[in-house]
């Protein structure tokens, strides 16, 4: 077999990233390792989590009309997940779940409860940068505590 072929069986690409109805085409290959085979238990998880937050959450906020997660892998750093910038009212969330499973085993958490805040915390981004507010660390994570813990939603975008 020639090099050409065995390179072409060798390499993987991304699965075609989809989103329907989405005015934007952010693509998570184009800044990122995607993940072509995360764990399946945690993509399962998060797809149930996704759509309860559709269902119970989403319509209570103006500004976002639906949402997706991709995931990531080898970022170089200890980021867990990410709001894609510019994906404002269907915004685009990353997790990186390898980088999520050592968090949680070096701080002794939960990892279902850590990907419910991460997701929460970046949609607390894309809430701000539909309202023209400046990214704020503390602001997004008050917004998922307030929402995961007390079942509150801080409506921050309206003061």
């Avoid at 989809?18 to 184009?30: K, Q, V």
């Avoid at 390792?33 to 399962?44: K, T, Y």
Wanted: proline share 6%.
């Amino acid at each position: 077999m020639n090099w050409y072929k065995k390179a072409q069986q060798e390499f993987e690409e991304p699965p075609k990233w989809e989103y329907p109805g989405a005015p934007h085409d952010f693509d998570p290959a184009w800044e990122h390792e995607v993940n072509l085979n995360p764990d399946q238990e945690i993509v399962q998880f998060v797809d149930g989590y996704i759509n309860k937050l559709k269902k119970e959450l989403i319509p209570q906020i103006e500004d976002i009309e639906d949402m997706k997660v991709g995931y990531i892998q080898n970022t170089g750093t200890d980021m867990i997940a990410k709001y894609i910038n510019g994906t404002r009212n269907w915004p685009v969330f990353l997790i990186d779940i390898e980088s999520t499973k050592k968090a949680v085993r070096e701080l002794g958490l939960n990892i279902y409860d850590q990907i419910e805040m991460s997701i929460l915390h970046e949609l607390g981004h894309a809430i701000e940068e539909c309202n023209g507010l400046p990214f704020d660390e503390n602001r997004a994570e008050q917004f998922a505590f307030n929402y995961q813990f007390l079942g509150e939603i801080e409506r921050f975008w309206e003061q």
